[in-house]
Nanobody
């Protein structure tokens, strides 16, 4: 059974940092690209960041470019999202996905 499990979400003050973790099981993550998306209250899901299978290619939404960094450790079957200089508008549930597989999400709340 394939599972993607996100963790690391929390309540943080504006300007703070968080590191999100996406752990995969039942899936060899090194064979897949991975993306992070987020969904704020009352809004649709939006793309945040993407990383290719070997990590050589990374793409970011304009809204997070320069503040967020996506990375992966294929040996640990994991992908990470380092979030710095957080803003209240970053408040959302953050999801990782690989192919058709999605995690359940982790809540990030940024207070002003």
């Amino acid at each position: 059974q394939v599972q993607l499990v996100e963790s690391g979400g929390a309540l943080v003050q504006a300007g703070g940092s968080l590191s999100l973790h996406c752990a995969a099981s039942g899936l060899t993550l090194s064979s897949y690209s991975v993306a992070w998306s987020r969904q704020a209250p009352g809004k649709g899901r939006e793309f945040v960041a993407y990383i290719s299978r070997n990590g050589a290619s990374r793409t970011y939404a304009d809204s997070v470019k320069g503040r967020f960094t996506i990375s992966r450790d294929n040996a640990k079957n994991s992908v990470y999202l380092q979030m710095n200089s957080l803003k209240p508008e970053d408040t959302a549930v953050y999801y990782c996905n690989s192919g058709t597989f999605w995690g359940q999400g982790t809540q990030v709340t940024v207070s002003s």
